[in-house]
Structures are given as structure tokens and as C-alpha cells.
């Protein structure tokens, strides 16, 4: 299960790094096919995979939740999911797509959507954790109704940085700033995993909103999994450095339209950042906040 801090505020519109890849093929781990690419992992039953592969819905009643995880480890990749969030009053609810690694002192990379009632917006919450230490939370609304329809939300994870995606817009990113003596995501191998589950005491509103089980059972749907990635097995990778074409991603940056579309979001969309956050931080921000732009 994802990282359990949330912040909200009702007054807020709430590479130094040398990687040795080991030869080998490059694999896609792509398909879409959950049959395939994923293990259903908890939920008696409330996980479905459905349309031989192409969907895979989970639910959430008073009882349990239910998860997800990939058959693969990747170190590195670009990793695309589409999904469509629960409906109506999903207050309480969380909605988790996130990579992690599984050693004590993990690394993880979070896209967590928090439930709302009818009518309000969803937050996307977003997290990244290395060695175990997270608190580098940003919070986003979205521009549409994400339980309208299927979105794909992606997380670009290479040696330079991390960047989250919504339909292809870019709405955070993560640099490497190792050479500022800031940790980075690189050595630990993680899998996709995804969950829906209850966390009403922070959800919403700072767990002021309950959720409301006469709605259950919750139910949120995926498709269109990719995983253009790195596989880990053994201790190898399956991706080779001569192959500079099909591994583009591997160094892929912001360049300067993006930028401006990430600027966009931040500026219209984001309702939370931990780099602004100077009363929770009192004694100094985190120190990626304050040489990103530097880099």
C-alpha cells in the first residue's frame, strides 16, 4: 500500500549518476494483457480480470479492498496505465498506482488518487520515496472528470529523472540532483502495483469526510497497461546500452514545450507542494527545493 500522509488546505487551490546496464536484449514488457503482466494479490475475490485480459476492475467494500502487483521488476522504464476512477461520493477512497521496491529501506514512486464527494474534484496525490523517506508530496486537480472515462497515467523513471504524466502532459518532475548530496532512485528494482482501499482517517479533507459504505462496493477499472522497461531478474537487465534507439526513454528530458505544459499545470492544477509548505517545514525546506532550479 502507498505512503498515507496527505495534506490538505482549505485555503490553497490544494546526470551525475553513471548506470551500468547490463548486455542483453532490450524487453518490452508491454501487451495490455493482465492475464499476462499482472498478479492479483489481495481482495478474495473483489479483483476481476475481465474481457480475456484487456480489463481489470477493483473493488472496495466495508470488508476489504483489493490489489495488484506486476509479475515483473523493472530498473528503469516508462510505465503507462489507463484508468477510470470510482464514481460519485468516492470520500474516503484511495485509488493507488505506484512503483516500489521491497527491501526495508525502499524506493517508490506514487501516483495516488484521493476519493471526494459528488462534485468535487479528485486530488492526485503524488510521492517520491528513496532509502524509505518520502515527505516529498505534490497534489493535483485534473482538468476533466476522471471517472468519466479511461486516462492514462504515466511515470517516466530514468537515471536523470522522474517525471509523472496525465494523458501525456507532464505534471511533476523529479530531477536527479545526486551531485547535491540528494538521494535518487536508482539501485533498487520495483514492481507496479496498484490498489483500492479505504483510508478515510486522511483521504478527504484531512479524514473530515467519512466514507460513506451505502455506496460500496467502490469500483475503479484499468486497461492498456505498458511497461516499456528495464526487467530485473537475477540481478541482470534486460536492456543493453547499444540500444540508444528503443531505449530513448532511458534518457529522455523535459525539453522546452514540455516545460511550458508542465508550467501550466502547476500554475492552473496543483494545490499542494511540499517545496512551499514553509510552516510544516519550519526549519528549511527539503534541499531539492531549493537547487532545482540551479540544476
Request: charged share 15%; aromatic share 14%.
Amino acid at each position: 500500500m502507498a505512503a498515507s500522509f496527505s495534506y490538505y488546505n482549505s485555503n490553497v487551490f490544494v546526470v551525475a549518476v553513471t548506470t551500468s546496464l547490463l548486455v542483453g536484449s532490450l524487453l518490452v514488457a508491454s501487451a495490455g494483457n493482465f492475464n499476462q503482466d499482472v498478479d492479483i494479490k489481495w481482495g478474495d475475490g473483489r479483483a476481476k480480470i475481465l474481457n480475456n485480459g484487456k480489463l481489470l476492475t477493483l473493488s472496495l467494500d466495508k470488508t476489504s479492498g483489493s490489489g495488484f502487483q506486476s509479475k515483473n521488476e523493472y530498473l528503469f522504464g516508462k510505465i503507462d496505465m489507463k484508468l477510470k476512477l470510482v464514481p460519485g461520493n468516492s470520500a474516503g477512497t484511495v485509488t493507488a498506482y505506484y512503483l516500489r521496491s521491497q527491501v526495508s529501506s525502499w524506493d517508490e514512486i506514487d501516483f495516488e488518487f484521493l476519493g471526494n464527494l459528488s462534485g468535487d474534484p479528485y486530488i492526485v496525490h503524488t510521492n517520491v520515496y528513496t532509502h524509505g523517506k518520502g515527505d516529498r508530496e505534490q497534489q493535483f486537480y485534473l482538468w476533466f472528470d476522471p471517472t468519466a472515462d479511461f486516462h492514462t497515467y504515466s511515470i517516466l523513471w530514468n537515471p536523470g529523472n522522474i517525471i509523472f504524466y496525465v494523458d501525456g502532459r507532464p505534471i511533476r518532475e523529479f530531477k536527479n540532483l545526486e551531485s547535491f548530496g540528494i538521494p535518487y532512485p536508482k539501485n533498487q528494482s520495483m514492481r507496479v502495483y496498484s490498489s483500492l482501499w479505504n483510508a478515510d482517517d486522511w483521504a478527504t479533507r484531512g479524514g473530515l469526510v467519512k466514507t460513506d459504505w451505502t455506496q460500496a462496493p467502490f469500483t475503479a477499472s484499468f486497461r492498456s497497461f505498458n511497461a516499456n522497461a528495464c526487467i530485473w531478474s537475477n540481478g541482470v537487465s534486460s536492456c543493453s546500452s547499444s540500444n540508444s534507439t528503443s531505449n530513448a526513454w532511458l534518457s529522455q528530458q523535459l525539453d522546452s514545450r514540455s516545460q511550458k505544459r508542465l508550467t501550466w499545470v502547476q500554475k492552473n492544477y496543483m494545490v499542494y507542494n511540499y517545496c512551499s509548505d514553509t510552516k510544516r517545514f519550519h526549519q528549511g525546506l527539503p534541499l531539492e527545493c531549493t537547487v532545482t532550479t540551479k540544476a
